[in-house]
C-alpha cells in the first residue's frame, strides 16, 4: 500500500531533550516536506526536500533540522525542544517539486507535547 | 506573498442540506488550487484539485470551480451526510515555490442526523 509513515504518533517529552521525528514514504518521491499544524493557523510549511541532499526551509524553520541521505527517508529533529513547539506534525510527500498538480500524500501526524 | 482565506467554522448542517465553504485567494501568477480533508485523528487527504481557470473539480460529490476574475474556489456538495464530517482545508501551490502548500486556516464541518 502507497503510504506515508511517520513515528512516533504521540510523544510527550520536556524542554531541551533532542527527539527525532521520523517520516517515510514507499512511492519513490522526490518531494517531501515537513508541516506544523496549530489551531487558527493551519498548516504551515517547515521544511522541505526537492531531491536526496537537498534541503531547504520553508516558512517556520526555526528550531528544527532535517536530513535527505535516503530518498524514502526524511526525519525532522528538535535539538532543544521548547514549549512552543507543541504541535501536530505532518510529513508529505509527492512525486516530484516541479509541477503544480501533483498531489501530496500526508502521513497521519505526530502529536508532540513539550513540557 | 500568497495567502488563503477560508470562512470561520464550526459549520453545523442537517444531513442532506447543501454546504458550501468559501476559499480565497491571493496569489502571483497562476496556481494550482487544493481541497484537502481531514478526519478525525487523520492525516490530510486530498479532496480535489483545479491547475487552471474554469476548471471544476470533483470527487465524493464535492465540487469546487476555480475562478480567477473573483480568485475564489469555493467547495460545494449538494447532500451531505454525517460521514462527511471532518475539516476541510483549501490550498494553493504556486509556480516556482518548489511545491510548497499555503493552507487556509480549515474550517470544520459538523454533519448531524
Known amino acids: 500500500e502507497a503510504q506515508v509513515t511517520q513515528n512516533p504518533r504521540y510523544l510527550i517529552t520536556v524542554t531541551g531533550k533532542k527527539l527525532t521525528v521520523t517520516c517515510s514514504q514507499n512511492?519513490?518521491?522526490?518531494?517531501m516536506s515537513w508541516y506544523r499544524q496549530d489551531p487558527g493557523l493551519g498548516l504551515r510549511q517547515i521544511y522541505y526536500?526537492?531531491?536526496?541532499?537537498?534541503?531547504d526551509k520553508g516558512d517556520v524553520p526555526e528550531g528544527y533540522k532535517v536530513s535527505r541521505k535516503e530518498k524514502r527517508n526524511f526525519p525532522l529533529i528538535l535539538e532543544s525542544p521548547s514549549p512552543n513547539q507543541t504541535s501536530l506534525y505532518f510529513c508529505?510527500?509527492?512525486?516530484?517539486?516541479?509541477?503544480?498538480?501533483?498531489?501530496?500524500?500526508f502521513g497521519p501526524g505526530t502529536r508532540l507535547t513539550v513540557l | 506573498g500568497d495567502s488563503v482565506t477560508q470562512m470561520e467554522g464550526p459549520v453545523t448542517l442537517s444531513e442532506e442540506a447543501f454546504l458550501t465553504i468559501n476559499c480565497t485567494y491571493t496569489?502571483?501568477?497562476?496556481?494550482?488550487l487544493f481541497w484537502y480533508v481531514q478526519y478525525p485523528g487523520e492525516g490530510l487527504q486530498l479532496l480535489l484539485k483545479?491547475?487552471?481557470?474554469?476548471d471544476k473539480g470533483s470527487n465524493k460529490g464535492f465540487e469546487a470551480t476555480y475562478r480567477k476574475e473573483t480568485t475564489s474556489f469555493h467547495l460545494e456538495k449538494g447532500s451531505v451526510q454525517v460521514s462527511d464530517s471532518a475539516v476541510y482545508f483549501c490550498?494553493?501551490?504556486?509556480?516556482?515555490?518548489?511545491?510548497?502548500?499555503?493552507f487556509g486556516t480549515g474550517t470544520r464541518l459538523q454533519v448531524t442526523l
Open positions: 512511492m519513490n518521491h522526490e518531494y
Open positions: 490550498a494553493l501551490k504556486n509556480t516556482g515555490t518548489a511545491s510548497k502548500l499555503t
Open positions: 508529505a510527500s509527492s512525486l516530484n517539486g516541479a509541477s503544480g498538480g501533483n498531489e501530496q500524500f
Open positions: 496569489a502571483t501568477g497562476y496556481p494550482s
Open positions: 526536500s526537492m531531491n536526496v541532499e537537498v534541503t
Open positions: 483545479a491547475t487552471k481557470a474554469d
